[in-house]
């Protein structure tokens, strides 16, 4: 048994160790200085009660990007020298973060102890490689991420630091199963290396029909395809989709995951995706094969999703809709019920019209997914989403990518399962467009205007609410432009109280509702330096059944040009085009 006895390093505050609610994300160049790395986990340390350190047990692993390796060593001899008992970390240091919540809640050690929180170290659906991105961040005994309470004491600590504890001892082989025993200062130190998969695997079939999916995959009407962009939803994958469901192994892309995502963008969306996408005949050149009835796809940690059908896209806001108006007849885990559902506010209305129609608790909150975290501890919310890619569930505390995709598999195998020998399956585009028909339609897209000039961005925020002042004068604005399109009833700026524990967070973006459930939404993000990004959103409701099949471009037209005359902004931002149109 190694041993090695506990050292007080001297160090110096680094500028700008802030941690967002993703945590930290900097340049790998960043992260590599001497002590910068040590110096956050160090303040991480510092800034959480003793009790949740001392004898305590931590997971410690994330996706598996370019300098993980080194960082899980450096991250493993300062929990000893903090007085951490037991580390865990997913055989080579690979654990999704929505597996790392799992691991935490579910998790039991030999002495029946749990982790009392965990090191991710992901800079999420950012590219990697020794030239891009690396990131860190803490999550708490619920398997979601610190809140601001401790996010502040991090960032505090982090600004008057001036030692670190570690141990010297020898680099633990996280490529093997095991665990490792070191005595450190008299009191024993372990290292549990453990199959990165299996606890998320059982989770999933504790909560699924994994039977019904089977049979789905195994008709040969049905075909699949799942891109896992080289992020570590690829350690899941295999097992998952091809050993327990019997999917062929053809029907993995990118599974395999690399320190820099295989050069690639791990972002799941209709730009970075490309190879799902021209896959299934949405890319700009027609392939000559006919494309899978279902395709997914994952970020670089695997709490995003994608989900296509065959040349057809889900919006991530109609797919958290469609899996709550059929979670309770298809997933088993929600059979007695859903106790509520939730979106981020930017996100589509079509999640609203699902609640009131099935009498569902409906919270709309700020963009964070701590917020849900909130409402799910609470037993108020089984079911929650955000337009930027993520859907989820109370069954962890994170984001949930590959849950999605078998929440998505699970309906689809429940609407098949008098079909499967009939001459045509149930597609996801059917399924959309029976949800459109009974709910409506959310004509839905977000502009992004980005290194705007951070004093014009906030002039043309404030203007927006300046003018929300006078209604009349913003629909004679409106209906001068479009006589067609519906009056503004209600406009305010986004404030949230927490109905769980009271507190308030505003100033979350500029709404302008109209009389017809439309909606437009401005949201300014990073002010710094750099200048400021402004986020649009336009959303169009359509209740006529005769107007649903509307190319979103065309439905979504007259509100794009009332959204950039009443926020003038090309006259503030000088542009005549947005950056990006999702």
Request: glycine content about 10%.
């Amino acid at each position: 048994m190694s041993s090695g006895q506990v050292r007080k390093v001297e160090t110096t505050p680094f500028d700008g160790q802030k941690p967002g609610t993703s945590g930290l994300r900097k340049k790998v160049k960043v992260f590599t200085q001497p002590h910068y790395l040590q110096n956050f986990v160090q303040s991480t340390f510092n800034a959480l009660p003793s009790d949740q350190v001392k004898g305590a047990r931590l997971v410690v692993s994330g996706d598996g990007r370019y300098f993980s390796k080194d960082a899980i060593q450096i991250i493993i001899k300062m929990a000893a020298g903090n007085g951490v008992r037991s580390v865990w970390v997913g055989q080579n240091g690979l654990l999704s973060t929505p597996a790392v919540s799992a691991i935490v809640r579910e998790r039991v050690g030999a002495d029946g102890s749990k982790a009392s929180g965990a090191f991710i170290l992901t800079a999420s659906h950012n590219p990697g490689g020794p030239n891009e991105d690396f990131g860190i961040k803490y999550n708490m005994g619920n398997g979601g991420p610190a809140p601001e309470s401790i996010t502040d004491k991090i960032y505090e600590n982090t600004t008057k630091i001036k030692e670190y504890f570690t141990v010297d001892l020898p680099d633990v082989d996280i490529t093997e199963v095991g665990v490792t025993t070191f005595s450190v200062d008299g009191g024993t130190f372990d290292v549990d290396v453990f199959d990165s998969a299996s606890d998320y695997v059982k989770l999933m079939m504790s909560i699924f029909d994994f039977e019904s999916i089977r049979k789905l995959l195994s008709s040969p009407k049905f075909s699949f395809c799942y891109d896992a962009l080289h992020g570590v939803a690829g350690a899941y994958a295999k097992r998952i989709f091809v050993e327990e469901l019997g999917a062929k192994e053809s029907s993995l892309l990118n599974c395999v995951p690399k320190e820099d995502f295989g050069g690639g963008h791990p972002d799941p969306n209709l730009t970075y995706a490309k190879e799902l996408v021209a896959r299934m005949g949405l890319g700009k050149s027609n392939t000559a094969d006919e494309p899978p009835e279902f395709g997914a796809a994952a970020d670089g940690d695997a709490d995003r999703n994608m989900v296509l059908g065959k040349r057809f896209f889900v919006t991530p806001s109609d797919s958290v809709a469609i899996i709550a108006a059929n979670a309770v007849d298809a997933i088993p885990y929600f059979k007695t019920g859903l106790k509520g559902v939730a979106r981020s506010m930017p996100t589509s209305a079509a999640l609203d019209v699902v609640a009131k129609h099935l009498n569902l608790k409906f919270f709309e909150v700020p963009t964070g997914w701590k917020f849900f975290g909130n409402l799910m501890d609470a037993g108020l919310c089984s079911v929650c989403g955000e337009e930027s890619f993520g859907t989820g569930s109370d069954h962890i505390r994170e984001k949930d990518g590959i849950w999605a995709v078998l929440a998505w598999l699970s309906i689809l195998a429940y609407k098949n399962k008098e079909n499967l020998g009939g001459e045509k399956l149930v597609s996801v585009e059917d399924i959309v467009r029976k949800h459109w028909a009974t709910f409506g339609r959310h004509y839905y897209t977000r502009y992004d205007y980005e290194n705007v000039d951070a004093g014009k961005a906030k002039e043309l925020m404030a203007s927006l609410v300046k003018l929300q002042s006078d209604l009349s004068e913003v629909n004679k604005i409106v209906k001068g432009l479009h006589s067609d399109v519906s009056n503004v009833v209600n406009a305010d700026e986004f404030e949230y109280k927490d109905p769980v524990d009271g507190s308030i967070s505003k100033h979350q973006g500029i709404r302008y509702l109209f009389e017809d459930g439309s909606r437009l939404v401005f949201r300014l993000s990073g002010t710094g330096s750099e200048g400021a990004t402004i986020r649009l959103y336009i959303e169009q409701y359509e209740k006529d059944p005769s107007k649903i099949s509307r190319e979103s471009s065309e439905a979504l037209s007259p509100l794009v040009e009332v959204a950039l005359k009443l926020s003038k902004m090309q006259e503030f931002t000088g542009r005549s085009a947005p950056t990006v149109i999702t």
